[in-house]
């Protein structure tokens, strides 16, 4: 699995302001991957690029064996006429079906399946959402601040649950944590501040399965190299 | 609901009445131009019992058209939503006939059709259609990225699907538009019936017109009011109920 962004230039329709200015960085390999910068430096605009939600940039994102991309974010809302439950029911596929009570039960919202989106605490809004993803086909999910609002703890079950569970996916996870990138992901991409050259900067991760494997020196580094980046 | 509306409208009503005669008193004019409280209360006596048959005639030609209405402006709105030539072509189209005052248009209709049933209600569908029709376009045309989003994604998202989400997610604006809607059709079906009918309370107000009968016409003016507002009440509890029924839970959460 590859994902390249090769001379990616953008600006808004309508303005004069570069998002990204001859913007190069690359991605391999299944694993949990995170983009990372400051609040306003396009991760949103470059994960709805890569999922070919936005179109009108120069340059070209290439991948491979990467066929099926889902965006995600975390201010997605289920209809209101029905019960999460049943509604993540109608729309799982033949082949999440098994997963789906797994995801649920894992994520720890076992006990609002009936409730609607509406009733539920802005966390468990989040894990539900994200839990409708992933049960879906897909090779690459883009996960936009998804777990925002959900506590630190049950985040880092969450993340490591994902990796444990789909080993072959790749997962691409916009975060303002930086420890938590630093913890969990394999590489990150980091977007810099403007004026600094190259615009973004590929950083590796501590990449742990487990909390216990976590060196608090090697997490230092790596904060440091990505403090450093940005 | 109800007594409220029916309040209202009869304390408007009164003090319309108290105006007139004000006018009438100071200004000393006679029975023949602004009739005298007995005889708008003997006149009121005497028609009220037709009255009430003529504003039930009216009304449920212009609850039909109402009806009608509705149903055309789902139609044509479902077909006009996506943002596509032809859904510019209708929204044009609606906001380009929508400038045109139906009340002109209305003796065409009878010039063409003559007089009777089929004319009042044409007037009564054409003169609430169209603010309906662009309220509803403009409803059904906006997207709810935030609810959308997953099923377009997915690739799961369909017409049905994406006029359920937008028509539930403005529940309440719809249901405002009917209701509001109910008025214009009371209206339309009026002046349909007083440019071209030989029934309903828009043709006994223009035999009153043509007698200069005024204390007819305040008969025929309370009654609408009255019929009017139960007409707009009974829709309002309709929507009450259906968005009690959308946006009730199935439990309560366990948070």
Known sequence: ??????????????????????????????????????????????ARMIAGELTG??????????????????????????????????????????????MVNAFGIQSVMNARFSQLSLGQKNRANLIRYLIQEFDLLIMDESLANVDETTRGRIIINLKTLYPEKSFLYISHNMMEIAKFCKQIVVLRSPGKHPPAQVISGRNLMREDDLVIKELEQTMLEIVHAS | MLHRRIQQFVLVYFLGILALL????????????IPS?????????????????????????????????????????????????FGSLIKAAAYNIQAYPIVAVAPIIFILIGDGLITRLLIAVLICYFPLLLSVIGILSEPV???????????????????????????????????GGGTM?????????????????????????????LSKILTALFLIGIGTSLYLTALEWVGNVIQKRLVSSKATPDK
Not at chain 1, 10 to 38: E, K, M, S, W
Not at chain 1, 41 to 46: I, R, S, V
Not at chain 2, 22 to 33: A, E, F, M, R, T
Not at chain 2, 153 to 170: F, G
């Open chain 1, 57 to 102: 940039y120069s340059g070209l994102i290439q991948s491979s064996e990467i066929s099926k991309v889902l965006y995600t974010h975390n201010m997605e809302r289920f209809p209101g006429w029905a019960g999460i439950g049943e509604l993540m029911a109608s729309t799982t596929p033949a082949s999440g079906r098994d997963r789906l009570n797994a």
């Open chain 2, 22 to 33: 004000l006018v009438k008193y100071l200004l000393n004019l006679s029975d023949y131009v």
């Open chain 2, 37 to 85: 409280p007995v005889e708008i209360w003997q006149t009121c006596r005497t028609v009220f019992a037709r009255y009430v048959i003529s504003v039930l005639d009216t009304l449920w030609i212009a609850i039909v058209g109402h009806m009608i209405s509705i149903a055309l402006a789902f139609l044509v709105g479902i077909v006009g939503r996506p943002n596509s030539w």
């Open chain 2, 145 to 179: 990225d935030s609810i959308e989003h997953f099923y377009v994604a997915t690739k799961r998202m369909n017409w049905r699907l994406q006029v359920r989400i937008r028509a539930y997610e403005n529940i309440s604006k719809l249901i405002t538009v009917i209701a």
């Open chain 1, 1 to 46: 699995m590859q994902i390249e962004c090769l001379d990616i230039s953008y600006q808004y329709p309508q303005t004069d302001i570069y998002v990204f200015d001859h913007l190069n960085c690359r991605l391999t390999g299944p694993g949990f991957h995170a983009l990372f910068g400051q609040s306003g430096m396009g991760k949103t605009t470059l």
């Open chain 2, 185 to 213: 059709a009371v209206v339309g079906t009026i002046v349909a019936e007083f440019i071209a009918a030989d029934a309903g309370i828009g043709y006994s107000i223009r035999t009153a017109l043509y007698q200069s009968d």
